[in-house]
């Protein structure tokens, strides 16, 4: 039982060792580069044999490390989310890419989103990202409304001068959305105006309105976001640093009350 123990120790050294992880990125580097090289018909038709076969060699070390995670991690292999992204990513890449599931064969570029979970850095943007979702998500909702309001207005106001953008609500909503992005908006702009010379003052608030003010929220709260995320690993730093420094003063301590017992042994030795 020990020796298992042991052996599970090792393999969990190996895993979280800098030379394992720099091994797996290069690994996926390399895969992400035969994949890019299979979509050239004739690098495929010369050396498709020998891309597929590094494509299932580079499956094959994937495979092997999330069993070698599995068993060092067991049950708290499903507690870290990066883990299940890795196992879904994976997994995908081996179903039979014949038959009906032949269109899934092109959901192995997937595997070079592990990138995300082996690099740090990466990581820290995703979770960053993901953290963000809950208040993206309400600027969402008041970005959809504006948008709503908006359409109905210009729906009314301008489909009988320009039926093209304004006809209906869906192809003024779509034509709102293109305004927003501040994809040829003065061309719509100009051919509304050209019956509603008015009709610059809608433009000029709707666009300052979803594009310079709720939008910029969105960047607003996703920096925020990254901030918090950044934070908090400032704090998981300084408590592991703080740990460390802790057990370092302990063995320090131990050594100095071995040293000390020395000592007095040596001198209720002499006299």
């Known amino acids: 039982m020990k020796s298992r123990e042991r052996h599970r120790d090792q393999l969990r050294r190996l895993v979280e060792s800098k030379g394992f992880q720099n091994f797996i990125i290069s690994v996926i580097v390399f895969n992400a580069v035969t994949l890019a090289l299979e979509t050239s018909s004739s690098v495929l038709a010369a050396f498709g044999g020998v891309l597929h076969a590094l494509d299932y060699s580079a499956l094959a070390i994937f495979v092997l490390e999330l069993l070698v ?6 049950r708290d292999f499903f507690r870290d989310s990066w883990n299940v992204f890795d196992l879904l990513v994976v997994g995908i890449a081996l179903v039979p890419a014949a038959g009906p599931f032949a269109v ?4 192995r570029v997937l595997r070079v989103l592990r990138l995300i979970s082996v690099v740090p850095s990466m990581r820290k ?6 953290a963000a979702v809950p208040g993206m998500a309400s600027i969402a909702a008041l970005l959809a409304l504006i948008v709503f309001v908006a359409g109905v207005m210009s729906t009314k ?3 009988a001068v320009s039926p093209e953008n304004f006809g209906d609500l869906g192809t003024s909503l779509f034509t709102l959305f293109q305004v927003m992005t501040g994809e040829a908006w003065p061309d719509v702009a100009k051919d509304v105006m050209e019956q509603v010379p008015m009709a610059w003052i809608f433009f000029v608030v709707y666009i300052l309105v979803s ?3 709720v939008l910029n ?3 607003a709260v996703v920096v925020s976001a990254m901030e918090d995320q950044l934070r908090d690993d ?5 408590a592991k640093q703080t740990e460390q420094q802790a057990v370092a003063n302990a063995e320090i301590l131990a050594e100095l009350r071995a040293l000390r017992a020395e000592v ?3 001198r209720h030795h002499t006299n």
């Not at 995670?69 to 067991?74: E, G």
């Not at 899934?104 to 959901?107: D, G, I, T």
């Not at 943007?125 to 993901?130: A, D, E, N, Q, Y």
């Not at 400032?234 to 300084?238: H, I, N, P, V």
């Open 125 to 130: 943007v995703v979770s960053g990202l993901l």
């Open 157 to 159: 106001m301008f489909s």
């Open 69 to 74: 995670k599995f068993y060092v991690y067991r």
């Open 234 to 238: 400032l704090r998981e730093e300084e």
């Open 264 to 266: 007095a042994a040596l």
């Open 104 to 107: 899934l064969r092109a959901l």
């Open 211 to 213: 594009s310079f003010a």
């Open 217 to 219: 929220l969105f960047i």
